[in-house]
């Protein structure tokens, strides 16, 4: 399998390539050069989910290096519970709170974490994992990645935008992971780190990557879930399963649209195509959590400097070196939601 930029400027990378740089050298995204499709009973007799990624995954390993641990990764990474409960008649939900950091974005940020350990090579220089957040994601690669040899986080959140105790877990870890606050909203610090990623003068004294979900890393695992539930409903039930998704910015609804839908050209035990639907949900409570809307911060390193009172212009690529202390205390709720 084969891995393009979604604005056609590189050549096509194997899977191992397009996870370690993350963004395409052309600042697109790497997604797949074809779908694979599958049989409705191509993961019978597949329980756990850990298998079933393994199977699922396979076609989009082919051909790289990561193809011969597949297997290990999954279960190293996927060991995960993701019950579908029983609520209702024809009504079922899909749990996706039980990993570390109690977020469904800790399958994919695990995963990707044995995918690059794997790729790492001990002599190497260490890989810094630059990652914006709203409050889950960063956490959630906190988790994967720390303590591990040959990597260091550094996350970006919106000051005064995440609550008290997505604030205290971003702050928590210490060692190999930093969290910096930054005046801004959510897309100002992910425009930072695709600032630093397109900067290719840093990327030359740094390696850098990201684990946002721009990253097949994490796009890829997520899939796994919504095949492993629907390849055993439809098992068992004999219908498809229908997935209702609330979501932000997608990176939970992508997989289950884009490919985690079992389907096959065969004429005989075919499943009908799983349905997705998208719920963007705004609610009184997560609207006066954030607060009011600030001004927005030039998008520039500077930016961060004023965020953190202790952190360094430079700090950023040389972490955690250069400012063992850089991580603030937690923000305080805002004043709009007290």
Not at 40 to 51: H, N, V, Y
Not at 273 to 295: E, F, L, M, N, Q
């Amino acid at each position: 399998m084969r891995y393009l930029s979604t604005r056609g400027g590189t050549r096509p990378v194997g899977l191992g390539a397009a996870l370690t740089v993350g963004l395409a050298a052309d600042g697109g995204l790497y997604v797949p050069e074809a779908l694979p499709l599958f049989r409705a009973d191509a993961f019978s007799g597949r329980e756990g989910l850990a298998t079933v990624a393994t199977a699922l995954l396979q076609p989009f390993a082919a051909g790289d290096a990561l193809a011969v641990d597949l297997p290990v990764i999954c279960a190293e990474s996927l060991d995960i519970p993701a019950p579908l409960r029983a609520l209702a008649p024809q009504t079922w939900l899909l749990e996706l709170f039980h990993g570390p950091t109690a977020a469904f974005k800790d399958f994919g940020a695990r995963f990707l974490a044995a995918c690059l350990a794997r790729l790492h090579a001990h002599n190497a220089p260490p890989v810094t994992i630059l990652v914006a957040t709203s409050g889950d994601t960063g956490a959630a690669v906190a988790a994967a990645f720390h303590r591990r040899p040959g990597f260091r986080v550094v996350i970006l959140y919106p000051d005064g935008r995440v609550s008290p105790r997505q604030a205290h877990q971003l702050g928590c870890f210490g060692d190999n992971v930093r969290a910096l606050r930054v005046a801004g909203s959510f897309d100002d610090c992910q425009a930072l780190v695709k600032q630093a990623l397109n900067d290719h003068e840093l990327k030359h004294a740094v390696a850098l990557t990201s684990a946002n979900s721009i990253s097949l890393g994490r796009l890829l695992p997520q899939m796994s879930y919504y095949a492993h539930a629907a390849s055993a409903h439809w098992l068992s039930h004999g219908r498809r399963l229908n997935f209702v998704i609330p979501t932000g910015n997608l990176g939970n609804a992508s997989p289950a649209s884009s490919r985690a839908r079992p389907a096959c050209r065969s004429a005989t035990s075919c499943s009908p195509p799983t349905r997705i639907t998208y719920c963007r949900t705004i609610s009184p409570v997560a609207t006066t959590r954030r607060g009011p809307a600030s001004p927005r911060s030039p998008t520039r390193w500077t930016s961060v400097r004023r965020a953190t009172s202790n952190v360094c212009a430079g700090c950023i690529p040389k972490m955690p070196r250069c400012a063992p202390r850089c991580v603030p205390k937690p923000s305080t709720t805002p004043k709009s939601a007290k």
